[in-house]
């Protein structure tokens, strides 16, 4: 089951559009949705590029354009109630 709800997601789309500048790839019309909670390892200095040790994570939120697939990535440290 995803981590957010359609409404969470439609929720937070409208937080995060003023910061949104449309889709540079898509610059007319561009269609933005919330996606899936994700999460992005914390590299560690040390460990060759691309490579992910540990269990430290940072809770990103993704912005799709629904007209070409660009995604924008935003944390979602104090966007999401990350202990529910």
Known sequence: MPY???????KLLERLRPK??????SPYGAR????????????????????????????MIPVICKNCGQIQWYSAIGLVDLNG
């Open 4 to 10: 957010l709800d359609p409404d969470q997601k439609e």
């Open 20 to 25: 949104l500048r449309g889709c540079p790839c």
């Open 32 to 59: 933005l949705e919330v996606g899936d909670l994700a999460a992005a390892p914390v590299l560690e200095r040390g460990v060759p590029s691309g490579v992910a040790t540990g269990n430290q994570f940072v809770p």
